[in-house]
């Protein structure tokens, strides 16, 4: 079991699912990032794309135009110590972001959709998030359905990582993400959750974003986005206990909190904070 390291979610976007539209301004965004930063998120994600359910394509100059001026200042020191996530699919917007400053690629198609992801990470030596997702953001939830869903998203993650290797990515370079809510039904993401050691028995660093998402208010009575905070902070206390690494949250400060009375009861040290 490794001690939990927070990512702290910065969406440059009109229309993500829980925040869209509200850091779609540079100043806003940087500020969030320095908020979460402040917070205790060891990692900022930066993303420019939506990829909630049904969400429309953004063309790469777009996608640029959003998160380049933002990963450029707070790489310039406005996030403290925190890394910084590039959160996209596309190799060219990845490059521009390493180009300033970023470190890690989270790439939630786990280098399917853009064929040059691959070489790109593993040429430039940085960390990489693959997730796993069934078909596309844009059909994803249409009827997902599985043989078995735990073994299935471990033998596509085992395979990812395989064809990473094999494009010469430096296996300890790579964190693995079973995607909770990209093609899953709220009992998919439940038996992700509670078997998420046979995921960690890969070998490699396990990520999971639980945060806000819809399951969480599925099965507490209806919640809206803005009320998950208390079944986020449940799904990501169980994951920790079935060895979770890495926690994507928008709530940085509670998530962190939360994780580290988690981490002391399991006597894990106290987690990266920036
Ligand atoms: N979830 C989202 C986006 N990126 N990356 C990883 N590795 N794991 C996740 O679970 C994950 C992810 C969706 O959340 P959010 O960014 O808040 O929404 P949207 O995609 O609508 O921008």
């Not at 953001?137 to 994803?140: I, K």
């Not at 169980?238 to 909190?257: K, P, W």
């Given at each position: 079991m490794r001690p939990p390291v927070i990512m702290g979610v910065v969406n440059v976007t009109p229309d993500s699912f829980s925040d869209g539209g509200l850091f779609l301004d540079a100043d806003a965004a940087v500020e969030q990032g320095r908020r979460l930063a402040a917070e205790g998120a060891a990692i900022l994600d930066l993303g420019g794309e939506s990829t909630r359910p049904g969400a429309a394509p953004v063309p790469e100059d777009e996608e640029l135009?959003?998160?380049l001026p933002v990963v450029e200042r707070l790489a310039g020191g406005e996030a403290a110590h925190a890394r910084l996530s590039i959160d996209t699919t596309k190799a060219t917007v990845a490059a521009a972001a390493l180009g300033a400053g970023a470190t890690i690629v989270n790439d939630v198609s786990a280098f399917r959709f853009d064929p040059a992801m691959a070489g790109l990470v593993a040429d430039s030596g940085v960390d990489c998030c693959l997730m796993h997702m069934l078909g596309e953001?844009?059909?994803?939830q249409e009827d997902p359905r599985y043989d078995d869903v735990v073994s299935d998203v471990k033998a596509f993650l085992e395979e990812r990582l395989a064809f990473a290797v094999s494009e010469g990515v430096d296996e300890e370079h790579v964190w693995l993400d079973p995607g909770i809510g990209f093609g899953k039904t709220v009992e998919h993401n439940l038996e992700l959750l509670r078997r998420l050691d046979e995921i960690v028995a890969i070998g490699r660093p396990v990520a999971i974003g639980t945060s806000r998402k819809s399951f969480l208010g599925k099965l507490a009575g209806g919640r809206d986005e803005g009320e998950r905070l208390p079944g986020t902070i449940?799904?990501?206390v169980?994951?920790?206990?079935?060895?979770?690494?890495?926690?994507?949250?928008?709530?940085?400060?509670?998530?962190?909190?939360a994780l580290a009375v988690a981490a002391a009861t399991f006597r894990l040290d106290v987690g990266e904070r920036a």
């Open positions: 135009r959003r998160v953001p844009r059909t994803m449940a799904a990501n169980l994951a920790l206990e079935r060895g979770a690494t890495i926690f994507r949250v928008h709530d940085v400060a509670q998530n962190a909190d």
